[in-house]
């Protein structure tokens, strides 16, 4: 069993950079592909971004493209999200999941093909 914990969440303004953190403990997420979701008040959970398991391929979704960046750590079982120019439409809830089949070449978007999740973490983010 894997057990997730993010943070680094607060309040910003706009124009703003937070950096997120996904501690993974339990057994190695080194093998697994790790994503970023979130979900706003009302919302859907939707994807943010993936990284599969070496690092070596990321996804984004195209509302985040050229602002966030996903990265891991395989040595610390952690994987990041650094966001960057945040606008008020990213205020959510932030989750980061990661999945149980090992070696999977590219990251999934869908919230359906992630095993394990965290508790979430809030980003706001201020006008």
């Given at each position: 069993q894997v057990q997730?914990?993010?943070?680094?969440?607060?309040?910003?303004?706009?124009?703003?950079?937070?950096?997120?953190?996904?501690?993974?403990?339990?057994?190695?997420?080194?093998?697994?592909?790790?994503?970023?979701?979130?979900?706003?008040?009302?919302?859907e959970r939707e994807f943010v971004a993936g990284i599969n398991w070496s690092g070596a391929i990321t996804y984004y979704a195209d509302s985040v493209k050229g602002r966030f960046?996903?990265?891991?750590?395989?040595?610390?079982?952690t994987e990041y999200l650094?966001?960057?120019?945040?606008?008020?439409?990213?205020?959510?809830?932030?989750?980061?999941?990661?999945?149980?089949?090992p070696y999977r070449t590219r990251p999934p978007r869908l919230s359906s093909e992630y095993n394990y999740w965290g508790q979430g973490t809030q980003v706001t983010v201020s006008s």
């Open positions: 997730l914990v993010e943070s680094g969440g607060g309040l910003v303004q706009a124009g703003g950079s937070l950096s997120l953190s996904c501690a993974a403990s339990g057994r190695t997420v080194s093998r697994s592909a790790m994503g970023w979701f979130r979900q706003a008040p009302g919302k960046t996903i990265s891991r750590d395989n040595a610390k079982n650094q966001m960057n120019s945040l606008k008020p439409e990213d205020t959510a809830v932030y989750y980061c999941a990661a999945d149980a089949q």
